[in-house]
């Protein structure tokens, strides 16, 4: 059993090509023990975005603060704020965008294999 | 891919032996399609709490609002408030309380088998 806070967890810019002012924090994970999945939070400054990619692992996804849109390839836009969730299936093309004046943070859980 | 508020998802009063005051909403799970885990939110109204118990399957924990504890089988303690994660490992005995004056809400995501 453990707890943990945001602001404890090591910040690491992503790198993946693609990807634009995005900030991923691996907050439960393999390490902690987590034997199934792994509890990640991405924070996208105001303009930044994540790859539009696609990938076999699912995400579920829990907006904890800001303006938000997830996009996928048939040009469909979800718009996102505080409160709400998310499921992207396995295989999907999608990319999260900050699409408001403040951070973009939200949850993101993924099956292990794709801590 | 797809979006949900929490107040479209239906409520269902916690009836396992051991809790009061739980309310309990599927968010994610196998009827959306999620193929390997479920996201569910729980609500703990105040004096409320969750059975202590353990089962094989993990938790992985975001409050979203209010004050709660999680206790565990040796006695201890851990503070729980808005915007802390937690994990619960297989098998280890636990119970969550509010401990607060408002609503202890948080998000349990499981593998799917417990959902």
């Given at each position: 059993m453990k707890t943990k806070r945001l602001d404890e967890v090591p910040r690491e810019t992503v790198q993946m090509?693609?990807?634009?002012g995005a900030v991923k924090q691996l907050v439960l994970g393999q390490v902690d023990g987590v034997p199934n999945f792994s509890m990640r939070?991405?924070?996208l400054e105001p303009g930044g975005f994540t790859p539009c990619h696609s990938h076999?692992?699912?995400?579920l996804n829990y907006v904890i603060s800001g303006q938000g849109e997830l996009r996928?390839?048939?040009?469909?836009?979800?718009?996102l704020s505080s409160?709400?969730?998310?499921?992207?299936?396995?295989h999907e093309t999608h990319q999260f965008c900050n699409a408001g004046d403040d951070a973009f943070v939200f949850i993101c859980v993924v099956p292990k294999q794709y801590e």
């Open positions: 090509a693609g990807a634009r939070v991405f924070t076999a692992s699912e995400h996928d390839d048939d040009g469909k836009v979800h718009r409160g709400d969730f998310a499921f992207v299936a396995p």
